[in-house]
């Protein structure tokens, strides 16, 4: 794809300002067009559509000469290239007069921000949330042109997918080559000598070459993770820290910078990547203080960074296989296949994970089309095909509305009459204006199949029995949670379901003196839960963080020395 993106510029009466003002930020790295109308705009995205290049950004006019309706304006730019992001510029003139009905079709997904035109020189404001949109734009839609990791590899499997599913949740910018490529034989040459291939023979793909370390030829994410961040056993831990965390989600993170800020020594474990199943959200827009939204992987690399800042160690792609309770004052013993870390505090914030479909010819397909959880980086495969998501929560409804940028069809399928009883209301009304999505409700899915690749799946109709074969090129799965508690002591209490019972939720006869455990406290004296793997938890974003913030006081609690 040749040229840089467009950014389109519409209005009638100020389009020559608005070209004055992107022109002195945007002009290097975008290709500024102007449009005088919606019919002139439509037709010049069209015309660059057409030539094979991007659309990054609409910044269009609140009041528009050939149209009184804005909305059915963006709805057809956006048909035409979905992947744009767009921004209603109302001038000052009509900002307070045109807010409240166009903010209605903000709520609704049908564009992505309200902003005031720049009154003037350095308008910070304005153009912070300019390079929000595009920065978040850059990051989801187009192939990075400066990549931090390399993957060298003929065959697109399902762990090169994997692989590129982490670095991208790490905030990596990566790119995949073909080794028979003759523009990277130089390169490829290179890796061969460094990893001591001799002519004639070929490494084990993928090939791995990411942030300046030495290529390794990779056979699970682990061994990327390990490449990139070292070992456990690689890190410097002076004797005993002062908190562990278990799980790098929200929950864990808050509880990293909190407790790093306020002086604890912390060590963050992290099996996968950082950010949790937050991490793999395209979207989280009801987050408090982003009011444009911000992307679950976004999100976590900033909590990661203000919790380096303060001091905190993360280990990266090493799963915690064992608790093992300190006694009679000793610390508590983390184990993991690359090392142990001693803590004298342990946060268990190590989340869920989607369950299992339990369907053996899709399972069969796993990272050929099948995903669990969003995926952002298939999403991009899915261009033009159709693909379906399972499930019924926020994130299936956020993974909906990523993949209907990309995807021909979007089919949401759950088993419950509907979304209300499980997904917030400001995804129910997105999804219900993207033509792109549909909802089957009281349906799941029996079967499915393909030649090396989904192709198609079998639905059926709880009600009726009745089962239709439907294309499908990518399948969803986000079903719902399963704790990871499998590594955890059996005397720390859980209850039906396998989640950690904390505070009163602590069975009476595992009290103390007659009083319960303090409210994130578990059954093991300065071991702590917090997050969705905590029993009762509310299972939102902002609610696990704070559920990790507020376990920090009662860190410092447990370690203060005892009165005399």
Same mark, same amino acid.
């Given at each position: 794809?040749?040229?840089?993106?467009?950014?389109? !510029?519409?209005?009638?009466?100020?389009?020559?300002?608005? !070209?004055?003002?992107?022109?002195?930020?945007?002009?290097?790295?975008?290709?500024?067009?102007?449009?005088?109308?919606?019919?002139?705009?439509?037709?010049?995205?069209?015309?660059? @559509?057409?030539?094979?290049?991007?659309?990054?950004?609409?910044?269009?006019?609140?009041?528009?000469?050939?149209?009184?309706?804005?909305?059915?304006?963006?709805?057809?730019?956006?048909?035409?290239?979905?992947?744009?992001?767009? @921004?209603?510029?109302?001038?000052?003139?009509?900002? @307070?007069?045109?807010?409240?009905?166009?903010?209605?079709?903000?709520?609704?997904?049908?564009?992505?921000?309200?902003?005031?035109?720049?009154?003037?020189?350095?308008?910070?404001?304005?153009?912070?949330?300019?390079?929000?949109?595009?920065?978040?734009?850059?990051?989801?839609?187009?192939?990075?042109?400066?990549?931090?990791?390399?993957?060298?590899?003929?065959?697109?499997?399902?762990?090169?997918?994997?692989?590129?599913?982490?670095?991208?949740?790490?905030?990596?910018?990566?790119?995949?080559?073909?080794?028979?490529? &003759?523009?990277?034989?130089? &390169?490829?040459?290179?890796?061969?000598?460094?990893?001591?291939?001799?002519? /004639?023979?070929?490494?084990?793909?993928?090939?791995?070459?990411?942030?300046?370390?030495?290529?390794?030829?990779?056979?699970?994410?682990?061994?990327?993770?390990?490449?990139?961040?070292?070992?456990?056993?690689?890190?410097?831990?002076?004797? @005993?820290?002062?908190?562990?965390?278990?799980?790098?989600?929200?929950?864990?993170?808050?509880?990293?910078?909190?407790?790093?800020?306020?002086? !604890?020594?912390?060590?963050?474990?992290?099996?996968?990547?950082?950010?949790?199943?937050?991490?793999?959200?395209?979207?989280?827009?009801?987050?408090?203080?982003? &009011?444009?939204?911000?992307?679950?992987?976004?999100?976590?690399?900033?909590?990661?960074?203000?919790?380096?800042?303060?001091?905190?160690?993360?280990?990266?792609?090493?799963? *915690?296989?064992?608790?093992?309770?300190?006694?009679?004052?000793?610390?508590?013993?983390?184990?993991?296949?690359?090392?142990?870390?001693?803590?004298?505090?342990?946060?268990?914030?190590?989340?869920?994970?989607?369950?299992? !479909?339990?369907?053996?010819?899709?399972?069969?397909?796993?990272?050929?089309?099948?995903?669990?959880?969003?995926?952002?980086?298939?999403?991009?495969?899915?261009?033009?095909?159709?693909?379906?998501?399972?499930?019924?929560?926020?994130?299936?409804?956020?993974?909906?509305?990523?993949?209907?940028?990309?995807?021909?069809?979007?089919?949401?399928?759950?088993?419950?009459?509907?979304?209300?009883?499980?997904?917030?209301?400001?995804?129910?009304?997105?999804?219900?204006?993207?033509?792109?999505?549909?909802?089957?409700?009281?349906?799941?899915?029996?079967?499915?199949?393909?030649?090396?690749?989904?192709?198609?799946?079998?639905?059926?109709?709880?009600?009726? /029995?009745?089962?239709?074969? *439907?294309?499908?090129?990518?399948?969803?799965?986000?079903?719902?949670?399963?704790?990871?508690?499998?590594?955890?002591?059996?005397?720390?209490?859980?209850?039906?379901?396998?989640?950690?019972?904390?505070?009163?939720?602590?069975?009476?006869?595992?009290?103390?003196?007659?009083?319960?455990?303090?409210?994130?406290?578990?059954?093991?004296?300065?071991?702590?839960?917090?997050?969705?793997?905590?029993? /009762?938890?509310?299972?939102?974003?902002?609610?696990?963080?704070?559920?990790?913030?507020?376990?920090?006081?009662?860190?410092?609690?447990?370690?203060?020395?005892?009165?005399?």
């Amino acid at each position: 794809m040749e040229g840089d993106p467009a950014i389109i !510029l519409v209005s009638g009466d100020h389009a020559e300002d608005l !070209l004055e003002e992107f022109r002195s930020r945007y002009a290097r790295d975008y290709d500024l067009r102007v449009a005088r109308g919606a019919g002139e705009a439509e037709e010049l995205a069209q015309g660059i @559509v057409d030539d094979g290049r991007m659309v990054a950004l609409f910044v269009s006019d609140s009041r528009l000469p050939d149209t009184d309706d804005l909305f059915e304006a963006l709805h057809r730019w956006r048909r035409v290239i979905p992947t744009a992001r767009k @921004v209603v510029a109302a001038h000052w003139d009509h900002f @307070v007069e045109d807010a409240p009905p166009l903010r209605v079709g903000m709520a609704k997904g049908k564009y992505d921000a309200y902003l005031l035109m720049p009154r003037g020189r350095r308008d910070e404001e304005f153009h912070h949330a300019i390079s929000d949109l595009l920065s978040d734009w850059g990051s989801t839609v187009p192939r990075p042109e400066v990549v931090s990791a390399k993957i060298i590899t003929p065959v697109q499997d399902a762990l090169t997918m994997a692989i590129r599913d982490f670095l991208d949740r790490m905030g990596m910018p990566n790119k995949v080559w073909d080794p028979a490529d &003759p523009a990277i034989a130089e &390169p490829v040459a290179r890796i061969r000598s460094q990893l001591g291939i001799a002519d /004639g023979e070929e490494p084990a793909y993928p090939v791995v070459y990411a942030a300046n370390r030495v290529p390794i030829q990779a056979t699970s994410v682990r061994d990327v993770a390990v490449s990139i961040y070292g070992r456990p056993d690689d890190f410097t831990v002076a004797g @005993v820290v002062d908190l562990a965390i278990v799980g790098g989600g929200p929950a864990g993170l808050a509880a990293a910078v909190y407790g790093a800020s306020e002086g !604890l020594s912390v060590v963050v474990l992290e099996a996968e990547a950082i950010g949790g199943q937050a991490g793999t959200s395209s979207m989280i827009r009801n987050y408090l203080g982003f &009011p444009r939204g911000i992307s679950g992987m976004r999100l976590a690399q900033r909590a990661r960074n203000q919790a380096l800042r303060f001091g905190t160690d993360f280990l990266t792609g090493w799963e *915690v296989t064992s608790l093992v309770p300190g006694r009679d004052g000793e610390p508590h013993r983390l184990c993991t296949g690359g090392g142990d870390v001693r803590a004298r505090t342990v946060l268990v914030s190590s989340g869920v994970a989607y369950r299992k !479909l339990g369907v053996p010819a899709i399972e069969e397909l796993v990272g050929a089309g099948v995903n669990y959880g969003a995926a952002m980086t298939a999403a991009r495969e899915m261009e033009g095909y159709d693909v379906v998501v399972v499930g019924g929560g926020n994130s299936a409804g956020q993974a909906a509305l990523h993949l209907a940028r990309f995807a021909a069809s979007v089919t949401i399928v759950v088993r419950r009459p509907g979304l209300s009883e499980t997904m917030s209301q400001y995804l129910i009304d997105e999804i219900g204006y993207n033509e792109r999505i549909s909802v089957r409700p009281g349906t799941r899915v029996v079967d499915g199949g393909g030649e090396g690749q989904l192709e198609w799946l079998c639905l059926e109709d709880l009600d009726t /029995g009745r089962r239709a074969t *439907v294309s499908a090129r990518g399948l969803f799965l986000l079903l719902g949670a399963e704790p990871r508690c499998d590594w955890l002591p059996a005397e720390l209490a859980r209850d039906a379901d396998s989640f950690i019972l904390t505070g009163r939720d602590v069975p009476r006869d595992q009290w103390t003196n007659d009083l319960p455990p303090a409210n994130l406290a578990t059954t093991i004296p300065g071991v702590f839960a917090a997050g969705d793997i905590r029993s /009762g938890s509310m299972k939102r974003v902002a609610a696990a963080s704070g559920e990790g913030a507020s376990a920090i006081p009662l860190v410092h609690a447990y370690l203060a020395p005892a009165p005399d």
